[in-house]
Each structure stands twice: as C-alpha cells, then as structure tokens.
C-alpha cells in the first residue's frame, strides 16, 4: 500500500471511560462561548516570568525509555518577560476574565503562582472575581530547590482559591489527610469506654474533644505534597510538571463526579488527568504542540475528542493493513524525517542520530469518515511499555483505515492507504 496524508478536523479516541476535549491552540483565540456558566473549577497555571524557554526533555526510542539516557530537548513555551510587562499583565487579565464567564455561580477558580507574579495577581483577581470571593491563599510547601545566603530560600508556590459567586460549593470531607504524630501536645489523653482514644483540653469553661480516629482535614498550608521527584513515574519530561496529588485536593474537595473541570494552559496535562481518574469531565487548552503531544499520550486511556494542527512535512510512513475476521491488523513498518529535519536539534547525548520507529513517539489506528478519525487503538512510548508496539488492530466497520502518528518533534500527521499501482 501507498500511504499518503489526509485531512482530519477532529479526533476521537474511542475508549470506554469518559475523559474530555483536548484542543492545541491559543486559548484567548479559541471560541469557547457554547462553555461558558457550566465548568465547576477554573486551573490555570501561567507561565513564569524572566523570559526563559523552558524545554521539553522526551525520552527518545526503547533504549531512552528504559535508560533516560537518549534524550532530546525541544522547545515547550517561554516564560514572560516580567511580573510589570504590559503583555503579561493583558494575558493575564483576560484568561481571569475568561474563566469567571466559563465558571458556573457554584465554581471555583485555582491559580497557580510563584512570589513574582503573586501582588500583581492578587490584585486582579480581587477585582474580576470580587474581594467578597476570595476564599484561600493556599501555600504549597516544598523541601526542593535552590540554596542561597543572598536571602531565605524560597520553598512554596502560592496557588489562589476563589469562588464565583456567594453560592459556592466546597467539601473538604472528600480530602482527608494523613494525622500528623503528635509527640508533644498539652491536651490530655485518654480512652473512652469503648476503647476509643481521644485527647481533650478545657478553655473558656469549655471541654473540647478530638478523637484520634477522627479524620483530619487540610489547612492553607500544604506541605505534605512534595515535588515530584526524577524518576516519579508520573514524570513527562514536561517542565514545571505539578503532582497529580496536588490537582487531587483542589478538584475533589469542589467538584462532583460527572462535573466540568477546565485547564486554559494545560501543560503536561495534571489536571485533565485528575479530573479522568476521579469521573470528572475535562477541557484542556495549550498552544503548545510539545503539551499537546504529552496530554495525548498521558489520556490515550480515556474518551477524548482532540483538535490540533496536522504537519505538512515531508515526513514518510511505510504501513499495512490486513482484514481479517471482523477487525483489521494495522502494522506500523517505518517511519522517515528529512535529515534536514533532524539538523540542530538538542539531542543528548550530542551525536544521537534516531532512525525508523526511534522517531515514532506514539501512533494510533482507526478509522476515517467524513474529516472525522476515531481512533480505536493505540501505542505510546512510556515507561512501563518502552517498546512501541507496531500492530494494532481495528474493527471492519463503516470508514476508511487510517493511522494517526505523533513523532519526537510533536508533529502530529494523519495517513490513509491505497493499493499500489
């Protein structure tokens, strides 16, 4: 067969667990009206500021993937320049405004932010979201980072948490934590008749009770969830990549099963991940390609619709498809880039020059009907499948055989066969 691009305005990635959307644009240009009074939380997550390119590390073939030691680094996004630029303060103003008119009255909006950028947004949010409305500075607390002697070093991020409107919903029972030991504590211990120990403490002619099997709830101060760690296996290589545990306690302490969670810059896809594993629906939004490609790999699980734009490159694929009884054996056979593509990349180690399926990140088979691909099957490189699997299989159904592939520079292209000539 000859294997020749073809055109696709949307994607669907048939599995059974329900998941979201997942669009690669400009979030600001994107028309997102039809959305607007139903997401039950808001996450966003900027960009930094001092103007550096943060780069993307990917693991690079099978060998990258069980060693970490072939590697490129690609381009994710830049940072603004500073917490004073114009261009930043506009972007910023107007993804807020844009995610109060997306909340629904009971919603609640998280943003993510580092001491520099911390005044400016505090301020704004007081006025898009109202001052009546702010409900907690939360202060993430981390043993990791730099040390210095110029100052205290810096070990929190702040994330705010503010409500839409007065009818706001929040139930801190579906995010216990762990006790903390108490080795020193002035209250008085003791057992009640059934065995339960407690501790107690009379003050203002009162006596108050705490049972020690008596579940125990956040405050503003998370210093519990600690950074992610290098070879944490939720790792993408993305930067600034937050834990999932920390997207778990903002989401499911206010939203239910089955509500609207929305991330306007998602990055390595944390949230959209949390709101999948706890029956939350989910849009993602990134102009990043790079972001784009991690998400799309990190929800391959799960039911998703997918927007993004197809490379036009001269990228070459070698495949089969085979019918058989009831379903069609889809085999990925070779893949090829114009060395000019390749030239000047960061690879590490300097030198490593990937060829055939090495340049195959993830690629999945389906079918394509009316610009329409649903995807029914799929291989992704990860750590727990370092090898890329190179046959899939898809049902005879109504529709044309058709692969979708992602390569190590997130060009996402989409391929249908015709008999040779």
Same mark, same amino acid.
């Given at each position: 067969?000859?294997?020749?691009?073809?055109?696709?305005?949307?994607?669907?990635?048939?599995?059974?667990?329900?998941?979201?959307?997942?669009?690669?644009?400009?979030?600001?240009?994107?028309?997102?009206?039809?959305?607007?009074?139903?997401?039950?939380?808001?996450?966003?997550?900027?960009?930094?500021?001092?103007?550096?390119?943060?780069?993307?590390? %990917?693991?690079?073939?099978?060998?990258?993937?069980?060693?970490?030691?072939?590697?490129?680094?690609?381009?994710?996004? $830049?940072?603004?320049?500073?917490?004073? @630029?114009?261009?930043?303060?506009?972007?910023?103003?107007?993804?807020?405004?844009?995610?109060?008119?997306?909340?629904?009255?009971?919603?609640?909006?998280?943003?993510?932010?580092?001491?520099?950028?911390?005044?400016?947004?505090?301020?704004?949010?007081?006025?898009?979201?109202?001052?009546?409305?702010?409900?907690?500075? *939360?202060?993430?607390?981390?043993?990791?980072?730099?040390?210095?002697?110029?100052?205290?070093?810096?070990?929190?991020?702040?994330?705010?948490?503010?409500?839409?409107?007065?009818?706001?919903?929040?139930?801190?029972?579906?995010?216990?934590?762990?006790?903390?030991?108490?080795?020193?504590?002035?209250?008085?211990?003791?057992?009640?008749?059934?065995?339960?120990?407690?501790? #107690?403490?009379? &003050?203002?002619? $009162?006596?108050?009770?705490?049972?020690?099997?008596?579940?125990?709830?956040? @405050?503003?101060?998370?210093?519990?969830?600690?950074?992610?760690?290098?070879?944490?296996?939720?790792?993408?290589?993305?930067?600034?990549?937050?834990?999932?545990?920390?997207?778990?306690?903002? %989401?499911? #302490?206010?939203?239910?099963?089955?509500? !609207?969670?929305?991330?306007?810059?998602?990055? #390595?896809?944390?949230?959209?991940?949390?709101?999948?594993?706890?029956?939350?629906?989910?849009?993602? !939004?990134?102009?990043?390609?790079?972001?784009?490609?991690?998400?799309?790999? $990190?929800?391959?699980?799960?039911?998703?619709?997918?927007?993004?734009?197809?490379?036009?490159?001269?990228?070459?694929?070698?495949?089969?498809?085979?019918?058989?009884?009831?379903?069609?054996?889809? #085999? !990925?056979?070779?893949?090829? %880039?114009?060395?000019?593509?390749?030239?000047?990349?960061?690879?590490?180690?300097?030198?490593?020059?990937?060829?055939?399926? @090495?340049?195959?990140?993830?690629?999945?088979?389906? %079918? *394509?009907?009316?610009?329409?691909?649903?995807?029914?099957?799929?291989?992704?490189?990860?750590?727990?499948?370092?090898?890329?699997?190179?046959?899939?299989?898809?049902?005879? !159904?109504?529709? &044309?055989?058709?692969?979708?592939?992602?390569?190590?520079?997130?060009?996402?292209?989409?391929?249908?066969?015709?008999?040779?000539?």
């Amino acid at each position: 067969m000859i294997w020749h691009r073809s055109p696709c305005f949307r994607e669907i990635n048939d599995q059974p667990q329900e998941g979201g959307l997942l669009i690669c644009a400009d979030t600001l240009q994107t028309d997102l009206s039809q959305y607007e009074g139903q997401a039950q939380a808001v996450f966003l997550d900027p960009p930094g500021v001092g103007g550096a390119e943060q780069m993307y590390r %990917l693991r690079i073939g099978e060998h990258g993937w069980q060693t970490s030691r072939h590697n490129l680094l690609l381009p994710a996004y $830049r940072d603004f320049f500073a917490a004073d @630029d114009p261009v930043y303060l506009d972007w910023l103003r107007r993804m807020l405004q844009l995610s109060r008119r997306l909340l629904s009255d009971s919603g609640s909006m998280f943003l993510h932010l580092d001491a520099d950028t911390l005044a400016r947004a505090r301020l704004m949010m007081d006025e898009i979201f109202g001052a009546d409305n702010f409900k907690n500075q *939360i202060i993430w607390s981390y043993q990791t980072g730099g040390r210095t002697k110029r100052y205290f070093s810096r070990r929190h991020d702040v994330i705010l948490f503010y409500a839409k409107s007065a009818a706001h919903y929040f139930d801190i029972t579906q995010v216990p934590v762990a006790r903390k030991e108490q080795r020193s504590n002035h209250m008085k211990r003791h057992v009640d008749a059934h065995g339960r120990s407690y501790r #107690s403490i009379k &003050t203002g002619g $009162r006596e108050y009770i705490y049972y020690d099997d008596e579940p125990v709830y956040p @405050d503003d101060v998370w210093a519990d969830v600690s950074q992610m760690q290098q070879k944490d296996p939720q790792r993408t290589g993305y930067p600034k990549q937050k834990p999932q545990a920390l997207l778990d306690r903002m %989401l499911l #302490s206010t939203t239910r099963q089955g509500d !609207l969670v929305i991330d306007l810059a998602c990055g #390595s896809g944390t949230a959209l991940a949390s709101a999948a594993e706890n029956q939350r629906r989910f849009i993602g !939004l990134d102009s990043s390609p790079q972001a784009y490609a991690v998400c799309r790999k $990190r929800l391959s699980g799960y039911r998703l619709v997918c927007q993004a734009p197809l490379d036009d490159s001269m990228a070459l694929l070698d495949a089969s498809a085979f019918p058989g009884i009831g379903f069609y054996t889809v #085999s !990925l056979n070779a893949y090829t %880039l114009p060395e000019e593509d390749l030239a000047g990349l960061d690879f590490v180690p300097a030198g490593l020059c990937p060829r055939g399926l @090495d340049l195959v990140d993830q690629w999945y088979a389906g %079918l *394509i009907n009316k610009g329409v691909f649903v995807a029914y099957a799929g291989a992704v490189r990860q750590k727990q499948t370092p090898a890329l699997a190179t046959s899939l299989e898809v049902p005879l !159904l109504r529709g &044309t055989v058709a692969i979708m592939l992602i390569d190590i520079l997130g060009r996402r292209s989409l391929w249908t066969g015709s008999p040779a000539v």
